[in-house]
């Protein structure tokens, strides 16, 4: 039997697709490796967000053609996407596949498993890119991304519901990457999400690229609050997580959902708001072309703080963006500061091809050697944010889902758990994955907390 290894990079819409790879090519008959080196296919689900991702996944190729020289090697993704030329001319590569033709990958992956010469049909690596494909008429899939049913090696498995979007921060290179935003059906996300809490699901997260956006093309158009709102009262799931939403879509609507649905002890609404901030600076907001000034998002951080006391809010935030003087940067740290946040996502300024900011990098870039102090600065900024959150919750009660915990990554008798409020709680027993469980909060670890069970 032929065994095959997704390798996925980048984002949770990503990982999505990755996952659907691996179950259509399950239900081929095929079967997961152990590890790379042992597989006979291998698909990389890239990324291309930043310069650091094209270079880690170019690494992970190379990697894995001198481990594996016998593998086939498929690549598709953002970066696949981006540059397939470029992704074509590493070595072991037997065919590039964009995101404009994924849907591709899980035959060409079970082709390439069994052995069928790709690369002898052709004097280089197979391409499959549609270069103007964000400006094509593309649909969804007509049953959705989520991989599977039943809650398998995921305990929290991704329900990808919107793809593309269609901003244009001048920093982005997703909108050329993958398209114009496209929603899944009302009627195919229930199926979905039925299936998945029959199956015996207990946490799902509902995921897009630009997720705010959802049903905004739908006939009739529709809202993510209505998708959320029926979620709840038509399934009978325990748990629904939001990914990441823009700060503009998070709507009263919305926030009223999580009022009524996020209260203790039933939890069915998981109390996590994470809203892409990018930079506190407005002047710096401005040259992203970001659609909100630093006020609009405090306003939003307020009126979350309000409806759900005890979330977990986060943001991303860009340092060293094009023309980010040191002043420039105070104003960013000291707005991030008076904010309620209790986790970031830090990430350098990378210039990408094609976009506005790759132009403002040439003129107007950070001053050198910026960026590593400034980082270190938001992280110790953050890590003193995100204790005191997780010391208000000593000898509280949390709800929380337990993951899968590896006995030889944790051979003594503990349990990871996630809190609905985004809280990494190690449990002091053996408990299957997959469960719902109230427990108590008993003290901290260096990122997370230890607790024990009440119910």
Same mark, same amino acid.
């Given at each position: 039997?032929?065994?095959?290894?997704?390798?996925?990079?980048?984002?949770?819409?990503?990982?999505?697709?990755?996952?659907?790879?691996?179950?259509?090519?399950?239900?081929?008959?095929?079967?997961?490796?152990?590890?790379?080196?042992?597989?006979?296919?291998?698909?990389?689900?890239?990324?291309?967000?930043?310069?650091?991702? %094209?270079?880690?996944?170019?690494?992970?190729?190379?990697?894995?053609?001198?481990?594996?020289?016998?593998?086939?090697?498929?690549?598709?993704?953002?970066?696949?996407?981006?540059?397939?030329?470029?992704?074509?001319?590493?070595?072991?590569?037997?065919?590039?596949?964009?995101?404009?033709?994924?849907?591709?990958?899980?035959?060409?992956?079970?082709?390439?498993?069994?052995?069928?010469?790709?690369?002898?049909?052709?004097?280089?690596?197979?391409?499959?890119?549609? %270069?103007?494909?964000?400006?094509?008429?593309?649909? &969804?899939?007509?049953? /959705?991304?989520?991989?599977?049913?039943?809650?398998?090696?995921?305990?929290?498995?991704?329900?990808?519901?919107?793809?593309?979007?269609?901003?244009?921060?001048?920093?982005?290179?997703?909108?050329?990457?993958?398209?114009?935003?496209?929603?899944?059906?009302?009627?195919?996300?229930?199926?979905?999400?039925?299936?998945?809490?029959?199956?015996?699901?207990?946490?799902?997260?509902?995921?897009?690229?630009?997720? /705010?956006?959802? /049903?905004?093309?739908?006939?009739?158009?529709?809202?993510?609050?209505?998708?959320?709102?029926?979620?709840?009262?038509?399934?009978?799931?325990?748990?629904?997580?939001?990914?990441?939403?823009?700060?503009?879509?998070?709507?009263?609507?919305?926030?009223?959902?999580?009022?009524?649905?996020?209260?203790?002890?039933? +939890?069915?609404?998981?109390?996590?708001?994470?809203?892409?901030?990018?930079?506190?600076? %407005?002047?710096?907001?401005?040259?992203?072309?970001?659609?909100?000034?630093?006020?609009?998002?405090?306003?939003?951080?307020?009126?979350?703080?309000?409806?759900?006391?005890?979330?977990?809010?986060?943001?991303?935030? &860009?340092?060293?963006?094009?023309?980010?003087?040191?002043?420039?940067?105070?104003?960013?740290?000291?707005?991030?500061?008076?904010?309620?946040?209790?986790?970031?996502?830090?990430?350098?300024?990378?210039?990408?091809?094609?976009?506005?900011?790759?132009?403002?990098?040439?003129?107007?870039?950070?001053?050198?050697?910026?960026?590593?102090?400034?980082?270190?600065?938001?992280?110790?900024?953050?890590?003193?944010?995100?204790?005191?959150?997780?010391?208000?919750?000593? /000898?509280?009660?949390?709800?929380?889902?337990?993951?899968?915990?590896?006995?030889?990554?944790?051979?003594?008798?503990?349990?990871?758990?996630?809190?609905?409020?985004?809280?990494?709680?190690?449990?002091?027993?053996? +408990?299957?994955?997959?469960?719902?469980?109230?427990?108590?909060?008993?003290?901290?670890? %260096?990122?997370?907390?230890?607790?024990?069970?009440?119910?």
């Amino acid at each position: 039997m032929e065994e095959y290894h997704v390798e996925n990079f980048g984002c949770r819409a990503s990982r999505a697709d990755g996952e659907i790879i691996s179950a259509e090519l399950r239900h081929h008959g095929l079967t997961p490796a152990l590890s790379p080196a042992q597989a006979d296919v291998i698909v990389a689900n890239t990324c291309s967000v930043t310069a650091q991702a %094209d270079r880690t996944a170019r690494a992970f190729l190379r990697r894995m053609h001198r481990e594996n020289p016998t593998a086939r090697i498929l690549v598709t993704g953002c970066y696949a996407q981006r540059a397939p030329q470029e992704v074509a001319a590493l070595p072991g590569v037997h065919a590039v596949v964009g995101n404009s033709h994924k849907a591709l990958v899980p035959e060409l992956a079970r082709q390439a498993a069994a052995f069928v010469p790709l690369a002898a049909l052709q004097p280089a690596p197979a391409v499959y890119v549609d %270069d103007a494909f964000a400006h094509s008429d593309l649909a &969804m899939p007509e049953d /959705g991304w989520l991989a599977d049913a039943a809650p398998r090696g995921q305990t929290r498995p991704n329900l990808k519901v919107q793809d593309g979007c269609g901003n244009r921060c001048s920093f982005c290179v997703i909108p050329a990457t993958r398209g114009h935003s496209r929603s899944l059906s009302l009627e195919a996300c229930l199926r979905n999400v039925q299936a998945f809490t029959a199956a015996g699901g207990t946490e799902l997260v509902l995921s897009g690229i630009n997720l /705010g956006r959802w /049903g905004r093309d739908l006939k009739p158009e529709r809202t993510l609050e209505e998708l959320v709102s029926v979620i709840l009262s038509r399934t009978a799931l325990p748990r629904l997580r939001l990914s990441s939403i823009e700060p503009m879509d998070w709507t009263p609507q919305l926030l009223a959902l999580f009022r009524d649905h996020s209260a203790a002890p039933s +939890v069915r609404l998981a109390r996590h708001a994470h809203l892409p901030l990018q930079s506190g600076s %407005d002047a710096i907001l401005r040259a992203m072309h970001r659609r909100y000034r630093p006020w609009h998002y405090a306003e939003k951080l307020r009126s979350i703080r309000e409806s759900i006391p005890d979330a977990a809010i986060g943001a991303d935030v &860009m340092v060293g963006f094009p023309g980010e003087s040191e002043a420039l940067f105070e104003e960013s740290f000291a707005f991030i500061a008076a904010q309620p946040f209790t986790y970031l996502h830090l990430f350098p300024f990378s210039a990408r091809p094609g976009t506005r900011a790759w132009q403002l990098a040439q003129e107007s870039p950070a001053p050198p050697g910026a960026v590593a102090p400034r980082t270190a600065r938001l992280r110790e900024l953050i890590a003193v944010k995100n204790r005191l959150f997780r010391q208000s919750f000593l /000898g509280r009660e949390l709800a929380v889902v337990t993951l899968h915990t590896p006995q030889d990554a944790h051979p003594q008798a503990v349990t990871r758990a996630l809190a609905d409020n985004f809280l990494e709680v190690r449990l002091d027993a053996r +408990v299957p994955a997959n469960q719902r469980l109230s427990v108590r909060v008993t003290g901290l670890t %260096d990122a997370g907390l230890t607790g024990s069970v009440t119910a």
